[in-house]
C-alpha cells in the first residue's frame, strides 16, 4: 500500500529541541550581538590603525618594524617548541623567589617602582605573583598595588605635577577623561580603574584631576582589585603547567588559561568602550590639547586664562600684513 506524504506545510508538525531554542536565544541577546559589534569595531579599527602607522614611517623604521615581526614571531615558535623548558626556568625562578625571606618586600619595591609613569611590567609582575604564591598572592598583589598607586598618585600630584599633565595631554583619551571626571565624580573613576589603560600612566593622569582625591583614589582601587583575579589566576596555572605532567591536565590548564585571557579582555575592552561613551557623551566640544590646570581654582583653563571647562568656540588670532587683528573660527576661516 502506497505511503501518502503531506503535500502542505499544514501537514507536517515541526518540533524544536530545548537546547536549540536557548541557541536562537542567545544569538538573538541584544547584550552579546553588541559586545561582539563592539569587538569587530575593535579589530577593525586596530587593524586601520596599524596599517595607516606602518605607511606613515620611513623605509628604514618599516623594515625594523618588519625584522621585529619576524624576531617576534620566531620567538612564538621557540615558545611553542621548547615550551616545557621555559616553563621549567620560569617555576624555578617563582620557587626561588618565593622562598626567599624577602621576596614579598622585592615584589612590593617592584610594584611600587613601575606605578610611576611611564614604566610598564606591572601585567608581568602581578602573574608572577600568582605563579609564586598561588590564589593568595591576590592579597599581597591588592596590597602592593594599593600602596604603590597612592604613592605615585601624591607624587605626581606634588612633586612631579607638570611631568604627569604632560603624559595625560599627551594621549586624547586621558585628556577626554580627564576633563569628564571634573563633573562625573566617583562612578567614571572606578570604571577608569576597570579599564585596560597603562597602569602607571593612568595613576598619573588621575594625579592631574583636581577633583579626585587621594581618598577617592584609594577607594577605586580597592573596589576595583577583583580584576586582578585574573592575573592571579594565569600565574597559577602557568605554574600548574610547569608541574603537571599529565597530557590532559595540561590542556586543561592551557584552555583555562586561554579563556581567562578572551573574557578578561573583551570584558576589559567592554568597560572601556562604555567608559568613553561616557566621557564622550559629556564633552565633545573640547580642545585637550591646550590644557592646563589652574591649582588657585581647582578648574581648567585655556592658553588665554579664561575660565571655563568646556568652552564653545576657540578663536585664534593672526595679524596679517597690514597689521590689523583677525580673529579665526573654529575651521581657521575668518568670519565674514
Known sequence: MPIELPTSRDG????????????????????LNQIIYDVKIAVNTAAINAIDFYLDKSPLYRTLI?????????????VLIFHNNLFDVLLWF???WRDMKSGP??????????????????????SLC????????WIFLVLFTVV?????????????KDYALRLARSNQKFAALTQTMESDGFHLLWMIRLCPLPYSLSNGALATIPSVTAVNFVLATIVTSPKLFMHIFIGDRIAKLGTEKDFASRVVDIVSVLIAVTVGTVTAYTIYSRTMERAAANDTTMDYSNL???????????????DSNIPDVWDDRYVDDDNEEIILNTHGQAPR
Open 130 to 137: 600568582g605563579m609564586m604564591y598561588g590564589f593568595k598572592g
Open 12 to 31: 507536517l508538525t515541526v518540533t524544536t529541541s530545548p537546547l536549540r531554542d536557548r541557541i536562537r536565544r542567545i544569538q538573538n541577546n541584544p547584550r
Open 94 to 96: 617563582a620557587d626561588s
Open 105 to 126: 618586600l622585592i615584589m612590593f619595591l617592584l610594584i611600587t617602582i613601575i606605578s610611576f609613569p611611564p614604566l610598564i611590567g606591572y601585567s608581568a609582575l602581578a
Open 66 to 78: 618588519v625584522l621585529v615581526g619576524m624576531l617576534g614571531l620566531t620567538a612564538g615558535i621557540l
Open 292 to 306: 592646563e590646570l589652574n591649582d588657585d581654582e581647582d578648574r581648567y583653563v585655556d592658553d588665554d586664562d579664561s
Open 148 to 160: 604603590g598607586s597612592l604613592l605615585s598618585f601624591l607624587a605626581c600630584r606634588y612633586l612631579f
